[in-house]
């Protein structure tokens, strides 16, 4: 990798990504992209360009303008608020995902975009899921990271482009708050933990779902592309995971710091149905034999990172 072209740089993963690919790579070589622009790092810190993954072209010529050999296609629309647009969610996360694969095709790039826990569905093991098991997701968001799995297998085998992704877990982190997902409520509630010592959760209690702190997500992601293609069995996607926790759990890890701290419950059933479709904890077995991934956050150490960056971040803006 030595120019990279990031798509939905500005979400959740993107924000930090596209940061810690410029730290590691060179601020020039690292193209950040979205379909909005705002006053942000990404925006200020290195090239950014305005591009809808849906117009092919518009991807093209910043790939071809920067002479780019790596693309990293984050943007789509999350579980939620793809059950919410389902068609909107079709279009963006397959229309998108094509167009981008068409171009790492013509131009000869790597390609990395993620899928994630939300591929399996209620009739996939949900202990220990296998890296290789059934995925018949009930959700548009699985079925879209399904087919996306499957197309960039088929651009890797009819192809030969160099596809790869991993299967995200909920993802934490304090810089990009996320957007329209199920997992959010594990985000939302350090940031009420701070605020107001109290949050109540629209997953309900002993739901389990894996999940990761932004840190080790990053690495997953640099640690593959930069992975010996010789030793991939697997490539679209690696099941990874840090650890597997319920809203309970979450909350004791918190109260260890913010000893009053509550969580009540307002279950949204809609979520809630996305998350119990989901794995309890999955098998990351294969990444770990293929390309050496070992998670470095635990809920322990995540916590006392989130608490304490997140403090940092409010008070800061509270003197604004
Ligand atoms: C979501 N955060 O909730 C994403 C992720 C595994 C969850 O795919 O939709």
Redesign the pocket.
Known sequence: MKKIFVTGALG?IGSELVMKLRDIYGYDNVIASDIRKTDSDVVHSGPFEMVDVTDSKAIFDIAKKYEVDTIMHLAAL???TAEKKPLLAWNLNMGGLINALEVARELKCQFFTPS???AFGPTTPKNNTPQDTIQRPTTM?GVNKVAGELLCDYYYEKFGVDTRGVR????ISYVAP?G?????YAVEIYYEAIKSGKYTSYIAPDTY??MMYMPDALKAIITLMEADSSRLKHRNAFNITAMSFEPEELAAAIRKHIPDFTIDYDVDPVRQAIAES?PNFIDATAAKEEWGFEADYDLVRMTKDMLEKLSQKLLSKEIQ
Do not use: C, H, N
């Open positions: 959740q999350l579980s939620a994630s826990i939300g968001y995200f877990p909920g993802l996320p329209g997902g199920t997992t959010d779902m894996d989901w």
